[in-house]
């Protein structure tokens, strides 16, 4: 090898290392011990980064850090690798009136690995959130919480008992959660694994998610979905909604969640409207080859949808269509294994069952389907026998 091509090959690797600059967060004045507040030396140690060209890496290293509610805000010059090697903790205390932990806005290329661990501290707040129940309570924070963030990559990190949702996004493009980690007893409240709202193109892989509330929640304007890998429970499945609580909600669409596992989970795989509700729309939804263990509502469409049990009784009128369950097996632990109420005002058009195998896990009856105001069709298998009444709407095949 010539000495030019040596030194050029030199220079190349010297510039690279000088692109990657690492912001470690102890060189900031953190401290390790558990008990010393973090929040200004990760603050400091972010706005570094974000001022730098090129990739920059925050660096938690190992040991726990405690740390207060953040913001991490961009547009920032370059990438950013959030790297957590220890364990960042939060305050033991409800945290009334925050919405976030750690918050990131306005960011373009972020990663979050590390295989570090969040610990929200949950209990503390869990005894609040009376959000069913109480029209004026509080906000609790989200353990991370994404706004207006493209481009981003979260793996390899674990979260355990949120005192709200775990990972929140808004108005988020091109996500990637991959062997992610989430962790909360089964009855600790509105502890969703991955939430989403007015977001796109997010994709979720080969996570373990085991909650209080949904594994995973898709709100309005959740467009391009891609699940697949999912293990799920305890927890309340993957919902679809609550959709239609506010005006001009923009629709749910082109959603896929395949090759799933949900074990002792309250629901498998759910689409949910309020009862009384505002126009919208959900369309072009697939759940393919899922196994349920043991799962209280396996197949679930919900427009009666009304947690505070005090709604008008009064019709959803969120239109759903070309809805696709295939290759769903396994055991319910109630006897209606395929429950599908529909909207009157709006009736549920281009249903698909295909090759649905659920029995009862006790003793007694055969699982039963029921179907109310609903159409389309059913192909293969059908344990129960199908409910759906057949109906000129074309289901289009994927």
């Known amino acids: 090898m010539s000495l030019l091509m040596l030194m050029l090959m030199s220079a190349l690797a010297m510039n690279q290392a000088q692109a990657r ?6 060189d900031f004045g953190a401290v390790g011990d558990g008990r010393t507040d973090t929040s200004k030396a990760l603050s400091d140690a972010w706005s570094g980064a974000c001022r730098s060209k090129g990739t ?20 920032c010059n370059g990438a950013i690798e959030f790297q957590i090697k ?11 009136g925050i919405d976030h932990w750690i918050s990131f806005q306005y960011i373009d290329n972020l990663t979050i690995t590390g295989g570090g661990l969040l610990d929200g501290q949950g209990a503390a707040s869990w005894p609040y959130n009376d959000c069913s129940k109480n029209p004026n309570c509080k906000a609790l924070p989200a353990t991370m919480r994404f706004s207006f963030v493209t481009k981003a990559w979260i793996h390899n990190v674990t979260s355990l008992n949120s005192k709200n949702f775990h990972f929140s996004l808004f ?11 989430i962790i909360a007893p089964k009855d600790s409240p509105n502890t969703d694994g991955i939430h989403m709202a007015l977001s796109s193109y997010i994709f979720i892989r080969d996570s373990g998610i085991g909650t209080g509330d949904d594994c995973i929640s898709l709100g309005p304007g959740s467009e391009n979905i891609n699940m697949t890998g999912i293990t799920c429970g305890p927890g309340h499945g993957v919902s679809v909604g609550s959709l239609g609580a506010t005006a001009n909600e923009p629709r749910v669409n082109s959603v896929f969640l395949g ?21 919208g729309a959900v369309s072009d939804i697939t759940f393919q080859d899922i196994i349920v263990n ?18 008008r009784t009064q019709s959803s009128r969120v ?80």
Do not use: W
Not at 58 to 73: C, F, K
Not at 86 to 95: C, E, M, Y
């Open 21 to 26: 600059h690492v912001f470690n967060i102890k």
């Open 56 to 75: 920059s890496v925050v660096l938690i290293p190992r040991r726990t850090y405690l740390l207060g509610p953040v913001l991490l805000a961009g547009p």
């Open 86 to 96: 220890g364990g960042l903790k939060a305050f033991n205390s409800p945290q009334l």
């Open 171 to 181: 108005s988020c493009k091109e996500m990637t959660f991959e062997h992610v980690t």
């Open 259 to 279: 090759s799933s596992t949900f074990t002792d989970t309250m629901n498998g795989v759910r689409i949910k409207t309020k009862a009384t509700s505002y126009p």
């Open 294 to 311: 043991e799962v209280n509502n396996p197949i679930i469409i919900d427009q009666q949808y009304c947690p505070s049990k005090q709604c």
């Open 319 to 398: 239109k759903i269509s070309d809805v696709r369950f295939r290759n769903i097996r396994g055991t319910s632990s109630s006897l209606v294994a395929v429950n599908i109420n529909c909207s009157p005002a709006v009736p549920c058009t281009g249903i698909e069952l295909r090759d649905i195998d659920l029995k009862y896990g006790g003793r007694g009856p055969e699982a039963s389907s029921v179907c109310a105001n609903a159409k389309g069709a059913s192909y293969g298998k059908q344990n129960p026998p199908s409910c759906l009444k057949s109906s000129l709407h074309n289901i289009r095949l994927i």
